[in-house]
């Protein structure tokens, strides 16, 4: 069972900057292609960003392109989410996912796709 645990999150002004973290509790991070996704209150859950196993492939989100930054550390099991330019409908309680389905260099952002989830960290943004 693969447990995910997510930090970073916090009260930041509109431009401002976030990491958040995903730790994951596995020896073979780059099994897994790894997602983030967010939730405001009242909305749909929706994806931000993945990054495929093994090779890495990136996906974003339209409305975070240019903004956002995913990466993985493998030696520290660790997926970051560098969040730049924040604005308040950036708003949300972030979730990060893993799934071993894909292949190596695939991701998406449906949710429905990802067995495994954290328990989110909330990012406000507002002056």
């Known amino acids: 069972q693969v447990q995910l645990v997510e930090s970073g999150g916090g009260l930041v002004k509109p431009g401002g900057s976030l990491r958040l973290s995903c730790l994951v509790s596995?020896?073979?991070?780059?099994?897994?292609?790894i997602g983030w996704f967010r939730q405001a209150p009242g909305k749909e859950r929706e994806g931000v960003s993945c990054?495929?196993?093994?090779?890495?492939?990136?996906s974003y989100a339209d409305s975070v392109k240019g903004r956002f930054t995913i990466s993985r550390d493998n030696a520290k099991n660790t997926v970051y989410l560098q969040m730049n330019g924040l604005k308040p409908e950036d708003t949300a309680v972030y979730f990060c996912?893993?799934?071993?389905?894909?292949?190596?260099?695939?991701?998406?952002?449906?949710?429905?796709?990802?067995?495994?989830w954290g328990q989110g960290t909330q990012v406000t943004v507002s002056s």
């Open positions: 990054i495929s196993a093994r090779d890495g492939t990136l």
């Open positions: 596995t020896s073979s991070l780059d099994y897994y292609a």
């Open positions: 996912a893993a799934d071993r389905g894909f292949l190596w260099s695939m991701c998406d952002l449906n949710r429905r796709n990802y067995a495994y």
